[in-house]
């Protein structure tokens, strides 16, 4: 196994964060629009989130290489072997930086998990928004003008009414 030279990592850690920024900020931006109901914005940030996905991806594709070039795992056990090769002052500047990448990534995930949640609701209230427009299945209820219940077959879709 052949351990390179700390700048060698250092860049690549660098390039990942740079990459793990633009996701993390795409994501905000999205996040954003979903809260405002932005159509416009939240197609923008569509066609960006594809991008820097694929930009990060690339760039983790880089490290798994980078690993098994120079024979170690392509893992986090086989990044954690290099850097307990490197002398402690070395390993002292790396390791911050992986952590660093590591909570970056989750905190990635957590605001993708939770842009998808609002995108869910979304989605649900406009199902039933619909299903209000169309006259489906007492939801909600609809009322006649005497004020009882009317059954889905009393009902009239708005194109209809």
Not at 60 to 68: C, E, H, I, Y
Request: aromatic share 6%; hydrophobic share 35%; proline share 2%.
């Amino acid at each position: 196994m052949s351990v390179p030279e700390i700048s060698e990592l250092s860049a690549l850690f660098a390039d990942e964060q740079s990459k793990l920024d633009a996701l993390q900020t795409v994501l905000e931006d999205e996040s954003a629009a979903l809260l405002n109901q932005d159509i416009l914005a939240i197609e923008g940030t569509a066609s960006k989130k594809v991008s820097a996905l694929k930009a990060y991806q690339e760039q983790v594709d880089l490290r798994v290489s980078f690993l098994k070039q120079h024979e170690y795992q392509g893992t986090e056990q086989g990044l954690l072997a290099l850097l307990y090769c490197y002398t402690d002052d070395e390993q002292a500047k790396l390791i911050p930086l992986w952590l660093k990448l590591k909570q970056g990534f989750e905190n990635i995930i957590a605001l993708n998990e939770r842009n998808g949640i609002v995108i869910y609701h979304s989605q649900q209230r406009n199902r039933n928004l619909l299903n209000i427009l169309h006259g489906c299945q007492n939801e909600p209820n609809l009322y006649n003008g005497s004020g009882t219940a009317k059954g889905r077959s009393q009902r009239q879709s708005l194109g209809e009414a």
